[in-house]
Antibody, heavy 117, light 106 residues
């Protein structure tokens, strides 16, 4: 079965960076795009960006350009999102989600990023 | 950017009651997608391509709509349907979500 296992919660200081991982299994990693979605405490969902099958291309929400950087490691079927220049506004749960059916078909369990001094 | 407006924001329904959640888009979209999120868990794809049920979704759920107006209907509310439901459009970037409808059982 398709599984997306995300890395654990992060506590980061303002101005620092974090990298979240999303290790996949149960499907051919290079056949599907990976999406990243932010969910704030108020429950709003925001699409951050996607990276194409096998890392071939990336597209970012303009709001997250310069903030998020998406990469993949095909050898370990793992996707990554780095968040830089963190501020308290970046505090949220971040999900990876595999594409499918034209939608976000399978989701990781989420990674809580807390930005606080 | 296509803005999705969901209504109502919150509602409560009695067991067996018919429930309709609405999602309106600021511009026409080809399809609508719906996700169910229960407290403390990740969202799950619930309906895709406007009216197709994702795997494992009970057939009391249905989706419909076109253009700028879409809906998710539960024919007979059950306790397990308590959750927040989000709509999402894939017509243009940035991909966007509605703000959600929180559905509770009376």
């Amino acid at each position: 079965q398709v599984q997306l296992q995300q890395s654990g919660a992060e506590l980061a200081k303002p101005g620092s960076s974090v990298r979240i991982s999303c290790k996949t299994s149960g499907y051919t990693f290079t056949s599907y795009a990976m999406y990243w979605i932010k969910q704030t405490a108020g429950q709003a969902l925001e699409w951050t960006g996607y990276i194409g099958p096998g890392g071939g291309d990336t597209k970012y929400n303009e709001k997250f350009k310069g903030k998020a950087t998406l990469t993949v490691d095909k050898s370990s079927s793992t996707a990554y999102m780095q968040l830089s220049s963190l501020t308290p506004v970046d505090t949220a749960v971040y999900y990876c989600a595999r594409g499918g059916f034209g939608a976000f078909a399978y989701w990781g369990q989420g990674t809580l990023v807390t930005v606080s001094s | 950017e296509i803005v999705l407006t969901q209504s109502p924001t919150t509602m409560a329904a009695s067991p067996g009651e018919k429930v309709t959640l609405t999602c309106r888009a600021s511009s026409s979209v080809n399809y609508m997608y719906w996700y169910q999120q229960k407290s403390g868990t990740s969202p799950k794809l619930w309906i895709y391509d406007t009216s197709k049920l994702a795997s494992g979704v009970p057939n009391r759920f249905s989706g419909s709509g076109s253009g700028t107006s879409y809906s998710l209907t539960i024919s007979s509310m059950e306790t397990e349907d308590t959750a927040t439901y989000y709509c999402q459009q894939g017509r243009s970037y940035p991909l966007t979500f509605g703000s959600g409808t929180k559905l509770e059982i009376k």
